[in-house]
């Protein structure tokens, strides 16, 4: 009888051959598993964030928060556990993080002063600044990084 | 990262992802305990109407820097029973519904002076935001809202005033 593949695969799902960028996109992953599932816990703090981006058209923001972080824990899923799907993962959760920080900076420059709830919120998270910009692009350099 | 993928091998499995991602979605907000509506009406919030105005938001940080260098004029337009029972510390009281059955501003807040902060009970109540509007009618164009408000402050347990001016 043929033996079936596992569906996550722990022997191939660490690649010694480019260790950095293993690391760095396993890193990613594991912060992105957090982050989304504490966002599904609390979805309708997730859908306030969104719609204080002021960017999605109203009717919507909830279902634009469901996808984002049902994606975020799919991709951060593939990414830490499912070798094969580790690149397709990593587009994703790169696309994302550029997706958040073109949502600060396009409200940085309208000059709207909002919060940016991209991982996770708080009612003490200061409005977005430069700061948030260039927080928010770290992510997204170390998924090209493990990408190239 | 394996170099072997192929763009549209990548391409496929992206997909893949999405379409997980989206029964995910579904799934998750069919059994959660704290669901969401698919379809909500936050076109209808006031801070809708503050981004449309043009009147520039304030969040709770920047009200509490305001408060530490007293360096805006925090402006309650809650009726004057409300502020009694509790207000932002140093806030001034000029409920909204008194200058909108008077038509008449009270003069502090035409003097030049101090961006002025204007806030009522919460995110639901527009009268902050009314207030606003009138003052910044007059010509003023440092006017700001802290939609919050009351509830915000409160439910983060911050240190308010009680009793009337």
């Known amino acids: 009888m043929r033996k079936k593949k596992p569906v996550i695969d722990f022997k191939k799902a660490i ?6 960028e293993y690391y760095i996109a396993l890193m990613l992953g594991m912060f992105f598993l957090i982050v989304a599932f504490n966002k599904l816990m609390h979805p309708h703090t997730f859908s306030t964030a969104v719609f204080h981006e002021h960017l999605v058209p109203y009717p919507l ?3 634009t928060a469901l996808l984002l972080m049902s994606l975020e824990l799919v991709a951060a ?10 690149r397709a993962g990593l587009w994703i959760l790169t696309a994302v993080c550029l997706i958040y920080t073109g949502c600060a900076g396009a409200n940085l420059l309208r000059g709207l002063n909002t919060v940016c709830g991209c ?4 009612a003490r998270a200061a409005a977005i600044s430069h700061w948030t910009l260039v927080r928010n692009l770290i992510p997204v350099l170390a998924g090209l990084f493990a990408l190239r | 990262m394996n170099k072997n993928n192929s763009a549209a091998d990548t391409a496929k499995k992206i ?3 999405i379409l997980a991602a989206v029964l995910l979605a579904a799934g998750v907000n069919w059994i959660h305990p704290k669901r969401i509506a698919w379809v909500e009406d936050w076109g209808s919030r006031v801070e809708v109407n ?17 408060l530490r260098d007293n360096s805006r004029l925090l ?9 009694a029972r509790g207000h932002i510390p140093g806030a001034v009281s000029v409920p909204f519904e008194v200058v909108a059955m008077d038509g008449v501003i009270p003069i502090e807040l035409l003097r030049a002076g101090p961006g002025q902060v204007f806030y009522c009970s919460g995110p639901e109540c527009d009268d902050g935001l009314l207030l606003a509007i009138a003052v910044r009618e007059t010509g003023r164009d440092d006017v700001a809202v802290f939609i919050g408000g009351m509830e915000l402050w409160g439910s983060e347990l911050l240190a308010f005033e009680e009793g009337a001016e």
């Open chain 2, 15 to 17: 997909l893949w992802l």
């Open chain 1, 119 to 122: 991982f996770g919120s708080s």
């Open chain 2, 50 to 66: 503050v981004v449309r105005e043009g009147i520039a938001l304030v969040q709770l940080p920047e009200m509490i820097e305001f």
């Open chain 2, 75 to 83: 402006v309650d337009a809650r009726p004057a029973n409300e502020y």
């Open chain 1, 15 to 20: 690649n010694m051959e480019y260790p950095t």
């Open chain 1, 61 to 63: 923001v909830n279902i």
């Open chain 1, 77 to 86: 899923f593939a990414v830490v556990f499912m070798a094969k799907y580790r």
